[in-house]
């Protein structure tokens, strides 16, 4: 949710800057849905990424190593 938000501050910020805006008027209706899909896409990775981190904390991973002390609870 912050990366989207602080996406959609950026893009205003650079509409506010911008000192040419008819650069942002030219962009056709294909344009517009590249941006839309290119954004969409960002944020699914994010949101997985983080679906998995929160998986990955829930079940910790098992021990890479043998111990001598270690006992099969059966």
Same mark, same amino acid.
């Given at each position: 949710?912050?990366?989207?938000?602080?996406?959609?501050?950026?893009?205003?910020?650079? @509409?506010?800057?911008?000192?040419?805006? $008819? +650069?942002? +008027?030219?962009?056709? $209706?294909? /344009?517009?849905?590249?941006? /839309?899909?290119?954004?969409?896409?960002?944020?699914? +990775?994010?949101?997985?990424?983080?679906?998995?981190?929160?998986?990955?904390? @829930? @079940?910790?991973?098992?021990?890479?190593?043998?111990?001598?002390?270690?006992? $099969?609870?059966?």
């Amino acid at each position: 949710m912050v990366t989207a938000a602080s996406l959609i501050h950026v893009v205003v910020v650079l @509409k506010i800057l911008a000192p040419d805006s $008819d +650069a942002f +008027a030219d962009m056709n $209706d294909l /344009g517009t849905l590249m941006l /839309g899909g290119f954004v969409l896409a960002v944020v699914a +990775a994010i949101a997985l990424t983080i679906i998995r981190l929160r998986i990955r904390e @829930k @079940k910790p991973e098992t021990a890479q190593f043998i111990s001598i002390n270690s006992r $099969d609870d059966e």
